[in-house]
């Protein structure tokens, strides 16, 4: 039987769709030759890194940007061309973090932006949901928390944030290396790369 009692999720790839390609070819639309090299799901630059923890503010981080184009770009096309990944929550993944929330503790440790969160909780407005956070007893969103997956180091302090027991907590990811960090810090994990979350979750816990 298993012991888990508390879920982290990753959001992208594994609550929220995502597609890097939309980006990725985006930024090869407006002039990137080798845009894979500059942000891929496996790999980004400093750029990226700073951004993503909180050390570089929006405006600076699209001045930036800018200058990785060899044309002229507007901002307004850097901004399309950044959210491009960004293909929606399914509102029964919802129901399902509600489902799961009597049974579990569920927590989110995201890496992500102000511009990618801001998008999102526009579509969760639109649909009339409630706010992300909402949906988690606690929500790690790297660039409020200055830390970053997949360092070692980020998974301890949340462990040590929650108060929470390794053995006792599943992580959730969809990125091989974010994985590899989590179990490095003692948690047990499970890679998610096919289907549903929602339909193999059962499964990954009784697995565990």
Request: proline fraction near 2%; hydrophobic fraction near 40%.
């Amino acid at each position: 039987m298993s012991t888990i009692k508390n879920v982290i999720f990753d959001l992208g790839g594994v609550l929220y769709d995502i597609n890097y390609k939309n980006t990725i070819e985006a930024f090869r639309d407006l002039g990137i030759l080798d845009p894979e090299q500059l942000y891929s799901q496996k790999n980004q630059t400093k750029l990226f890194d700073e951004f993503e923890t909180g050390k570089m503010d929006e405006k600076t981080f699209l001045q930036l940007l800018k200058k990785e184009f060899p044309g002229k770009v507007s901002e307004e096309e850097l901004l399309k061309a950044w959210n491009a990944m960004l293909m929606g929550m399914p509102e029964h993944r919802i129901d399902f973090l509600l489902e799961i929330a009597e049974d579990y503790n569920v927590y989110l440790l995201s890496n992500t932006n102000s511009i990618h969160m801001r998008q999102i909780e526009d579509e969760l407005s639109k649909s009339d949901l409630d706010d992300l956070k909402s949906y988690f007893d606690q929500a790690f969103l790297s660039f409020e928390i200055g830390r970053r997956k997949p360092d070692v180091s980020t998974f301890q302090w949340v462990i040590d944030e929650l108060g929470i027991d390794p053995e006792e907590t599943i992580f959730i990811d969809d990125s091989a290396q974010h994985v590899n960090g989590a179990k490095h810090a003692g948690l047990n994990v499970y890679h998610h790369t096919d289907g549903d979350i929602v339909e193999v979750f059962d499964e990954v816990i009784e697995w565990i």
